[in-house]
């Protein structure tokens, strides 16, 4: 479980995060949408301590992250598997060199390991074929699934994800979508996304929470979230044609 206890955070003379209370169950989707700008990135950033909080406490089943230092924290983080928004590919690597950099950086597992991980995590996300290509020969969508395999490929225990979806287009998208929906089954992983595309936090998350202004201003399950009374909710429903009928409605993530 990750929680997250009256967390504060200034950047410059602004609070991007005002005392905000979160709490995440193993194994949920926990999607975390809002308007550009309001703090979901800096949250995300907190759970690996790559920002620390001016107030509060972060704690991954009890164990606080915010105060974690050398070991502890690098224990910590080694639960966690991250896709950047922008994929983070290095492009002078082939793909499957790039999904085993964090085996070949952080284990000592041997090279016909890691080839049979890099290839299982590549069967995963649906690109056995791109094993020997370069990242600018792959498609912004393919590109985006090649960081995805390198952010499992050590089997992390929670996935966080950056605007999974950004600069893709809307097939590509529901593509990612689907992917991280099966990723959650398959590998039983907890997965926190980062989004202000509802479509897509509509059809993976299991509970939406909505940041505006670095308040946590409404946690409910899909269903609900389109059913809000909440002024901001709605008016961020609207901005993106959302009404309260829609496909996915009855859509119980099991």
């Known amino acids: 479980m990750i929680r997250f206890e009256k967390v504060t955070k200034r950047l410059g003379s602004r609070n991007v995060l005002d005392e905000i209370d979160l709490e995440i169950q193993p194994g949920e989707t926990y ?4 308007p550009s700008g309001m703090g979901k990135s800096v949250t995300l950033r907190h ?37 950047f928004q922008s ?19 952080r284990t000592h597992k041997s090279e016909e390991e890691i080839e049979h991980l890099v290839r299982e995590k590549l069967r995963l996300v649906e690109l056995e074929d791109a094993y020997d290509k370069q990242p600018a020969d792959l498609s ?27 600069g893709l287009d809307p097939v590509t998208s529901r593509t990612i979508d689907t992917l991280i929906d099966n990723l ?5 992983v907890t997965s926190v996304v ?5 479509h897509s936090a509509l059809a993976i998350g299991t509970r939406i929470a909505m940041l505006y202004y670095g308040k946590v201003v409404e946690v ?8 809000s009374d909440n002024e901001i909710v709605r008016g961020f429903l609207e901005a993106q044609y959302i009404t309260r009928r829609g496909a996915w409605e009855g859509q119980g993530k099991a």
């Open 220 to 227: 409910a399950t899909p269903e609900a979230f389109i059913a």
């Open 184 to 188: 959650r089954r398959e590998l039983k």
């Open 87 to 105: 994929g983070a590919l290095l492009q002078w690597l082939s793909v499957a060199e790039n999904v085993a950099l964090p085996l070949r950086e």
């Open 31 to 34: 999607v975390i949408c809002g």
């Open 140 to 166: 912004g969508g393919m590109r985006k699934r090649v960081a995805l395999a390198r952010a499992i490929v050590t089997q992390p225990e929670i996935i966080l994800y950056d605007e999974p979806t950004s």
């Open 47 to 83: 759970m690996v301590r790559l920002l620390t909080p001016d107030a509060g406490r972060v704690l991954v089943d009890n164990e606080c992250v915010s105060e974690s230092r050398g070991r502890d924290l690098e224990r910590i983080r080694a639960r966690f598997g991250v896709l």
């Open 194 to 198: 980062v989004t202000h595309d509802l």
